[in-house]
């Protein structure tokens, strides 16, 4: 009488247990490449991309030369 039908689906426990385990080691790993908010030259993530992208937008004419300069002195 124990068991029946649903010792059939007794595999599906193991299963469950090693997928959400690599889940959550997934996320951490995620989370942790997130966090490093500097580089290790010392510069943020964005910093090394921000001034080229500023440049650009100038030379096309798409912002004025106060503008430039008002960013251009915000970065890092």
Not at 4 to 19: A, C, D, L, N, Q
Not at 26 to 37: F, I, P
């Amino acid at each position: 009488m124990m068991g029946g039908w649903t010792m059939g689906w007794m595999w599906i426990w193991p299963v469950i247990v090693v997928v959400g385990l690599l889940t959550l080691g997934y996320v951490g790993v995620r989370l942790a490449q997130n966090s490093q908010v500097t580089s290790p030259t010392g510069s943020d993530r964005f910093g090394s991309s921000a001034r080229p992208i500023l440049d650009e937008r100038y030379a096309r004419g798409e912002i004025d030369d106060e503008e430039y300069r008002r960013r251009r002195d915000k970065l890092p």
